[in-house]
């Protein structure tokens, strides 16, 4: 198994503040994608990273994927409180069925 | 508006009941997948089914099985709920693997006490 490693697990932060997320492994992924899970939903899609170095934008939020497609980041800029929720990296592992490997989550908590 | 349903949002089952947690996709897609979640651990592949009565053993197997009998459903069936089956379980769908990289769209999720 491909294991994937979240980290802070949790952060608290001011309305304003920036945060970073980061996600890591020792094992290469055919790509990785960032989800955004709130109370009571399935996660829904944020990003998908191919290529090794591969940086993304969205609004605030930035998504880069290693060099080595071993790890990635989630960077929010200026957070707002809409931005609370659970962050979960899915790793594409390289068996040929497709199937994503999952980091455990971290709980981003944006307060006014 | 594409939409992954499951049957419950809430359940409560008895040690030993059989359990069905239904799953049902409108987007016509190929690959449909059973995780469970739970603090801390993330998302853990149960079951996955890349087409029609077509089935793969995900990481955590055990105490578990699935039915496919149409594209649009996948079911999981508890045959003998235990307490350490109490879990939230999302359901999602996605096109194969073999089209690009693409997006698992997630049902709300079942939320499964076992008492």
């Known amino acids: 198994t491909q294991l994937l490693e979240q980290s802070p697990q949790f952060l608290s932060i001011q309305e304003g503040e920036n945060l970073t997320v980061y996600c890591n492994s020792s094992?290469?992924?055919?790509?990785l994608q960032w989800y955004r899970q709130e109370p009571g939903e399935g996660p829904v899609l944020l990003v998908t990273?191919?290529?090794?170095?591969e940086v993304k934008k969205l609004k605030r939020l930035t998504f880069q994927f290693g060099d080595a497609r071993k790890d990635s980041s989630l960077h929010i800029t200026a957070a707002q409180p809409g931005d609370t929720g659970l962050y979960l990296c899915?790793?594409?592992?390289?068996?040929?069925?497709?199937?994503?490997?999952f980091g455990a989550g971290t709980q981003v908590v944006v307060t006014p | 508006d594409v939409k992954v349903t499951q049957s419950s949002r809430y359940l409560v089952k008895r040690t030993g009941e059989k359990v069905f947690l239904e799953c049902v996709q409108d987007?016509?897609?190929?690959?449909m997948f059973w995780y469970r979640q739970d603090p801390g651990l993330g998302l853990r592949l149960i079951y996955f089914?890349?087409?029609?009565?077509?089935?793969e053993k995900g990481d955590i197997p055990e105490g578990y099985s699935v039915s496919r009998e149409k594209k649009e459903r996948f079911s999981l069936i508890l045959e003998s709920a235990s307490t350490n089956q109490t879990s939230m379980y999302l359901c999602?769908?996605?096109?194969?693997?073999?089209?690009?990289?693409?997006?698992?769209?997630f049902g709300p999720g079942t939320r499964l006490t076992v008492l």
């Open positions: 999602a769908s996605r096109v194969p693997y073999s089209r690009g990289h693409n997006e698992q769209f």
């Open positions: 094992s290469v992924f055919s790509s």
């Open positions: 990273v191919v290529t090794g170095g």
């Open positions: 899915a790793g594409l592992t390289t068996d040929s069925w497709g199937k994503f490997q």
């Open positions: 987007m016509d897609h190929e690959n």
């Open positions: 089914s890349y087409d029609v009565k077509m089935k």
